[in-house]
Nanobody, 111 residues
Framework: QVQLVESGGGLVQPGGSLRLSCAASGTIFSPFTMAWYRQAPGKQRELVADITAAGKTNYADSVKGRFTISRDNAKKTLYLQMDSLKPEDTAVYYC?????WGQGTQVSVSS
């Protein structure tokens, strides 16, 4: 059974940084594209960034230059470094593999 567990969310002031982690278990990790999504209140879930097995990355326009996705295949862990955070980045952030979603971690950006 595939399990994805996110951590690292919290409350941060505008301009601050957070690093999200997603630990995978019960699955082979390295061959698959992994992704971060987010869902703000009243809005649809949207793709934030994804990363292929080879390390090729893709970002939503709204986070380009501020967020960095990375992966450690040996640790079966996905990361999202979020810098220069804005209030509009407030959302629940989800980790996604081809066959599973994590439970989500809340990120709140407010002064």
């Amino acid at each position: 059974q595939v399990q994805l567990v996110e951590s690292g969310g919290g409350l941060v002031q505008p301009g601050g940084s957070l690093r999200l982690s997603c630990a995978a278990s019960g699955t082979i990790f390295s061959p698959f594209t992994m992704a971060w999504y987010r869902q703000a209140p009243g809005k649809q879930r949207e793709l934030v960034a994804d990363i292929t097995a080879a390390g090729k990355t893709n970002y939503a326009d709204s986070v380009k230059g501020r967020f960095t996705i990375s992966r450690d295949n040996a640790k079966k862990t996905l990361y999202l470094q979020m810098d220069s955070l804005k209030p509009e980045d407030t959302a629940v952030y989800y980790c996604k593999s081809p066959s599973a979603w994590g439970q989500g971690t809340q990120v709140s950006v407010s002064s």
